[in-house]
């Protein structure tokens, strides 16, 4: 075990996620900045406590973090990283990198799917704290923000033992356009185009590889998770094949057809033709024409015959077990001190 000298813990906030129109289309609520502020002090606060040296922030159009900090009292040194804004998610990989110089290796981030989508395409040589801020909230936890910051400084101290963290899994694209990456879902949709932000339509959903197919999750994770779960600690996948609006009428022996929670609140049938695990690193074509969508975000093109590969490896950020790295501190005296 290090002490608490050079124990770094970076916040990372989208300014914008669960904020558009896609939770305005649903029955969503949206999360505002104040929410957020809040949520970023309850993290520093918790990685105060448990002895954090430095905490960084990044600064955004809407100061969340560095106005959540300001009022402050903190025995961490505060450093607010500054670099030309571009609003999108390149500032998010631009944060990342940052942090990463900087010599942050453990991170808290507040976002959605598509937040934690662009850390990772930066880099993935860092402990992850995911916080659920987003519109589609899969790969993020629902944890009191005040305990991941408490866990983010034991791990930054090397406190937190390496059973109580593993990789995640990630999907690596190589389409006709380029390289790319996601997390929980890629899903080839016909009938539309690069950059729509409404919810999926489920009548235009071709084919979908999940990394995670969870019952208790929204979006296309469910779709996967209602017929034959498969879990973030699991390894492979689960790839469907959907019914067309062409073919429904005449479904194969074997088919389901569920009501699915595509967005919160907010449910549509959807017809599944085939179910089948995938392994890590087995390569899935998915074939045009059609938009290919990764964690919701539709950008990549695929012309008639153009193809697109895809397949689920562990090696992303290393996933923190908050409730274990808690237990383990309590378990291990780090915390209270015997007074007699």
């Known amino acids: 075990m290090s002490n608490s000298a050079g124990a770094a813990v970076g916040i990372l906030v989208n300014p914008m996620s669960g904020r558009d129109v896609r939770r ?26 448990m002895g954090a040296s430095d905490i960084f922030i990044a600064k955004e159009p809407f100061r969340i973090a560095s106005a959540a900090l300001e009022q402050m009292s903190l025995r961490a040194r505060v450093h607010v990283i500054e670099f030309p804004l571009q609003l999108d998610a390149r500032d998010t990989e631009t944060v990342v990198h940052r942090y990463l110089e900087a010599g942050v290796r453990t991170i808290v981030s507040l976002g959605g799917d598509g937040t934690n989508r662009a850390m990772v395409r930066a880099a993935c ?14 790969f993020p936890m629902l944890v009191e923000p005040t305990i991941a910051g408490m866990v983010a400084a034991l791990q ?7 059973h109580l963290s593993r990789a995640a899994k ?48 929204i979006g296309m994770s469910p779709i996967g998770g209602l017929i034959e779960p498969v879990y973030a600690d699991e390894d492979g996948g689960l790839l469907l094949h959907m019914e067309t609006q062409e073919n429904q009428r005449h479904a194969p022996e074997g088919a389901y057809e569920l009501q699915a929670p595509l967005s919160p609140g907010w449910f549509q049938t959807v017809r599944v033709k085939s179910v089948s695990r995938v392994p890590l690193g087995v390569a899935v074509p998915f074939r045009g024409k059609g938009v290919l969508a990764l964690d919701g975000d539709r950008d990549h093109r695929l012309e008639i015959n153009e193809t697109a590969v895809v397949e689920i490896r562990r090696d992303g950020p290393m996933l923190l077990d908050v409730a274990g790295a808690m237990r383990h501190a309590v378990a291990a005296g780090m915390i209270a001190r015997r007074l007699s």
Do not use: C, W
Request: no cysteine; glycine share 8%; aromatic share 2%.
């Open 156 to 162: 930054a101290r090397g406190m937190v033992p390496d």
């Open 24 to 49: 305005l289309a649903a029955r969503a609520t949206n999360m505002t900045h104040e929410a957020k502020r809040d949520i970023v002090a309850r993290i520093a606060a918790g990685a105060d406590a």
């Open 170 to 217: 990630v999907l690596h694209v190589k389409s006709p356009r380029g390289q790319d990456v996601g997390l929980i879902d890629a899903v080839l949709l016909e009938r539309d185009h690069v950059g729509n932000l409404l919810p999926f339509d489920a009548g235009r959903l071709r084919q979908i590889l999940l990394t995670r197919a969870e019952p208790d999750a």
């Open 125 to 138: 040589n860092y402990h992850l704290i995911p916080l659920s801020t987003g519109t589609n909230n899969v």
